[in-house]
C-alpha cells in the first residue's frame, strides 16, 4: 500500500479483511433466505452503497437492489440527532424480505428511523445488515449481519466519508482528529 493521506491516522480494516467478511456475511444471508423466493436489499446512501455492491455480488439467492437516503447531519457536519427522509423507495416492499444494508451504525438513530419507516410498510421479514458498528453508547437498534465492531472514532473508506472525501478508498482508515476539528 503506497503512503497515507495525511488526514488519515491508520488503516483500521484493510481491503483483504473487509472482503473476506463481506463473503462471509453474503453466504451467511444466502444460507437464512434459501428458501425465499427473493430478498430486497436496500441500501442506504450515500455510505452503503461499496458494501452494498460487493455484497450482492456474492449472494446465491434472488435478490433486488434499491436504495433510500436519510440525513441526520447539518450543514456544519455535525450530527443533529433528528433524521429526514431525502430519497424514497421506488416500489413498495409489502411482502418482500427486505435487508436494510448499511455502512455504520454509529448513534443508532438513522437505522431506527428506517426501521419504524420501513415497518409500516408491511414486509414479510427484515432485518439489517452493517457493515461496521461503533462501540459507544447509542439507541438500541438490531443488526442481524455486522461486518465489525470498531473503537469510536471518525473513519472513513469503503463507503464512509468525511464531507465526501475518503468514500472511495478500498480500506477502512481512522481520520485524524485535527482533520475533522
Not at 16 to 28: C, F
Not at 67 to 91: H, K, P, Q, W
Not at 129 to 153: H, M, N, Q, W
Request: overall charge negative.
Amino acid at each position: 500500500m503506497s503512503e497515507l493521506h495525511p488526514d488519515l491516522a491508520r488503516v483500521i480494516l484493510s481491503e483483504e479483511e473487509i472482503q473476506e467478511r463481506v463473503k462471509e456475511l453474503a453466504a451467511q444471508i444466502s444460507a437464512d433466505y434459501a428458501d425465499a423466493e427473493r430478498i430486497y436489499l436496500i441500501g442506504i446512501l450515500k455510505g452503503a452503497f461499496i458494501f452494498l455492491a460487493d455484497l450482492c455480488r456474492h449472494l446465491t439467492i434472488p435478490h433486488i437492489v434499491d436504495f433510500m437516503s436519510v440525513s441526520s447531519y447539518g450543514r456544519s457536519g455535525a450530527v443533529s440527532g433528528a433524521v429526514r427522509l431525502m430519497l424514497d423507495l421506488r416500489e413498495p416492499i409489502r411482502d418482500e424480505h427486505v435487508i436494510i444494508v448499511e455502512d455504520i451504525v454509529d448513534t443508532g438513530h438513522t437505522l431506527d428511523y428506517i426501521n419504524h419507516t420501513l415497518q409500516g410498510r408491511e414486509p414479510t421479514s427484515m432485518r439489517t445488515c452493517a457493515l461496521l458498528e461503533k462501540k459507544r453508547e447509542s439507541l438500541e437498534v438490531p443488526v442481524d449481519y455486522l461486518g465489525f465492531t470498531i473503537p469510536d472514532f471518525w473513519v472513513v473508506g469503503y463507503g464512509l466519508d468525511y464531507a465526501d472525501t475518503h468514500r472511495t478508498l478500498p480500506f477502512v482508515a481512522e481520520l485524524k482528529p485535527e482533520a475533522y476539528q
